[in-house]
C-alpha cells in the first residue's frame, strides 16, 4: 500500500501570532495615548534621568539637553553636559526653598493680620464691657468669638434668650465694623443624646442654634448675608471633657470665626 504524502505547513505565519500582534499594537496605542493624557513632574522625571544616568549611562538624544531625548549609550558611561545639567538641578533646589521662605513670610503675615484684628476687637468688647462674657482667639485664617451656650439658650432649646440679646447687638456692632471678609457661625453640643420633638440629635440642635445667631445678626447688624455662612458642628468638635460637667458647659458654644482680608478662606 502506498504512503499518503505529508501535508506541507501553511506558508507565513500561524494565523494566532498575527492576532496577537494585533492585540499587542493595540495595548502599545492605549498606554501611548495614557501618557500622552497624564501630566509629568518635571522635577521628579530629572531626578529618575540623573540616577539611571549614574546606573546605566542613559544620556539625552540631543547633543546638550536631557528633555530632548534619552538613549541607552553603547559602551558610553558620561551624560553630556552633566556639569551644566547639575548647576540647572542646584537653582531648582534653590527657587523650592525660595518658594518655602515665601510660604512661610505668607503665613506670619497673615498671623500678625489675626493678631492685630483680634487686638481690635478685644478693645471693642472692653469697651463694651463684655471682656467676660466673650472668649477671643485667632489663627492665622481668622479671629474667633465664643459665646457660652447657656448664655444664649436654654437646655435643648435654639431659641434666643431675651436677655441675652443686647450682647448679640454688641457683637452685631463689632462684625460690622472688622468683619470685612467671609463671617462663620458655628453651633456646638455636648455629647449627651438629645431626641425631642423639634430635634432628633445634637446635630439639629446645632445646626438650630447658628441659624438662630444668623437670622438675628443679619436682621439687626446690617451685615450682607452672602458673606455669612452658619452650621452646626454637634458633639464632634469639643474644647474640653464632655465626661465632666464643667467641660460639657465649655462645649456648649457658639462660635463666630472674622476671617480677615489676608486669609486663604
Not at 443624646?193 to 445634637?202: E, G, L, M, V
Amino acid at each position: 500500500m502506498a504512503k499518503r504524502k505529508a501535508e506541507e505547513p501553511p506558508k507565513g505565519a500561524p494565523a494566532w501570532q498575527s492576532t496577537f500582534a494585533d492585540l499587542m499594537n493595540l495595548l502599545l496605542c492605549f498606554f501611548v495615548m495614557l501618557f500622552a493624557m497624564s501630566d509629568i513632574d518635571k522635577q521628579k522625571f530629572e531626578l529618575i534621568a540623573a540616577s539611571f544616568t549614574q546606573s546605566f549611562s542613559v544620556f539625552s538624544g540631543g547633543a546638550q539637553a536631557i528633555g530632548d531625548g534619552l538613549l541607552i549609550s553603547n559602551g558610553v558611561s558620561q551624560l553630556n553636559e552633566l556639569d551644566e545639567y547639575m548647576t540647572t538641578m542646584g537653582k531648582s533646589a534653590d527657587q523650592t526653598t525660595e518658594e518655602k521662605d515665601k510660604i512661610e513670610e505668607v503665613k506670619e503675615e497673615q498671623l500678625k493680620e489675626s493678631e492685630n484684628l483680634s487686638e481690635l476687637i478685644e478693645e471693642a468688647l472692653k469697651e463694651q464691657n463684655m471682656e467676660g462674657m466673650v472668649d477671643v482667639d485667632f489663627t492665622s485664617q481668622y479671629v474667633s468669638l465664643t459665646l457660652n451656650g447657656a448664655l444664649l439658650f436654654d437646655s435643648g432649646s435654639a431659641d434666643i434668650k431675651t436677655d441675652s440679646l443686647p450682647i448679640l447687638d454688641k457683637i452685631g456692632v463689632i462684625l460690622k465694623k472688622y468683619g470685612k471678609s467671609i463671617i462663620e457661625i458655628e453651633g456646638h453640643t455636648d455629647n449627651v443624646p438629645i431626641h425631642t420633638s423639634r430635634f432628633a440629635d445634637n446635630n439639629e440642635l446645632s445646626s438650630a442654634r447658628a441659624l438662630s445667631v444668623f437670622k438675628y445678626l443679619i436682621e439687626t447688624a446690617d451685615l450682607d448675608p452672602a458673606m455669612v455662612k452658619h452650621s452646626g458642628r454637634g458633639e464632634y468638635v469639643p474644647i474640653a471633657d464632655n465626661s465632666t460637667e464643667v467641660g460639657r458647659a465649655k462645649n456648649r458654644r457658639v462660635e463666630i470665626k472674622i476671617y480677615h482680608t489676608l486669609s486663604t478662606y
